[in-house]
């Protein structure tokens, strides 16, 4: 079973940074997808960025040009650049190594179940 390491979370004003990095143990396949989720109170949890093992990424359209992800190679964590934050990006903030490049492709990684790691947290305050 993969183990997941996610951490870099924080506090900061609107506007802000923070970077988080996420750390899989094993990956499934030498052809896999690693995404970004995040969960806010009362809201269901929600695809947030993706990428590949061969670099290509994707985004939702809520972090556009102010998220980046990015990863060396798969024996190095995965990390999410998060620059001009808002406060609606506070949430609770997990990733997930299990995926098939076809999930990410089709966009059924969105709707992932399964396991989650035990997350960090990020809140931005206005």
């Known amino acids: 079973q993969v183990q997941l390491v996610e951490s870099g979370g924080g506090s900061v004003q609107a506007g802000g940074s923070l970077r988080l990095s996420c750390l899989a143990s094993?990956?499934?396949?030498?052809?896999?997808?690693m995404a970004w989720f995040r969960q806010a109170p009362g809201k269901e949890r929600e695809g947030v960025a993706y990428?590949?093992?061969?670099?290509?990424?994707s985004y939702a359209d809520s972090v556009k040009g102010r998220f980046t992800i990015s990863q060396d190679d798969a024996k190095n964590p995965a990390y999410l650049q998060m620059d001009s934050l808002k406060p609606e990006d506070t949430g609770m903030y997990y990733c997930?190594?299990?995926?098939?490049?076809?999930?990410?492709?089709?966009?059924?990684?969105?709707?992932?179940?399964?396991?989650w790691g035990q997350g960090t947290q990020v809140t931005v305050s206005a």
């Open positions: 094993s990956y499934w396949s030498s052809s896999y997808c």
């Open positions: 997930a190594a299990d995926l098939s490049v076809n999930d990410c492709y089709s966009g059924l990684w969105r709707s992932r179940s399964g396991k």
């Open positions: 990428i590949t093992s061969a670099g290509t990424t």
